[in-house]
Nanobody
């Protein structure tokens, strides 16, 4: 069993930056593929970024490429999502997800067994 706790979401003005954190416990963090998803109002949950436990490969969705960065700190069992140049359409609940079976990053929510409770990011214009 893996527990995920997100933090860092808040109200920010357009053009601002935020760093979200996801602390994992309950399983060897270094063998978890971690990902960030988001769900905006009236929208489906979508993949934002991920980091694979195999080789530490990262992938960022095209919609946020160049503005968002995913990283991890194995010593702290934490994955981060650094968000810059935020826009109002980035407003969403951001969720952390994890799974130890995923070798290749996937945007399919069904592939992730563990989810955090989400953290709200609101970008004002």
């Amino acid at each position: 069993q893996v527990q995920l706790v997100e933090s860092g979401g808040q109200l920010v003005q357009a053009g601002g930056s935020l760093r979200l954190s996801c602390a994992a416990s309950g399983r060897t963090f270094s063998r978890l593929t971690m990902a960030w998803f988001r769900q905006g109002p009236g929208k489906e949950r979508e993949f934002v970024a991920g980091i694979s436990w195999i080789g530490g490969k990262t992938y960022v969705a095209d919609s946020v490429k160049g503005r968002f960065t995913i990283s991890s700190d194995n010593a702290k069992n934490t994955v981060y999502l650094q968000m810059t140049s935020l826009r109002p359409d980035n407003t969403a609940v951001y969720f952390c997800a994890a799974d130890g079976r995923i070798a290749v990053l996937t945007a399919n929510t069904a592939e992730y067994a563990y989810w955090g409770q989400g953290t709200q990011v609101t970008v004002s214009s």
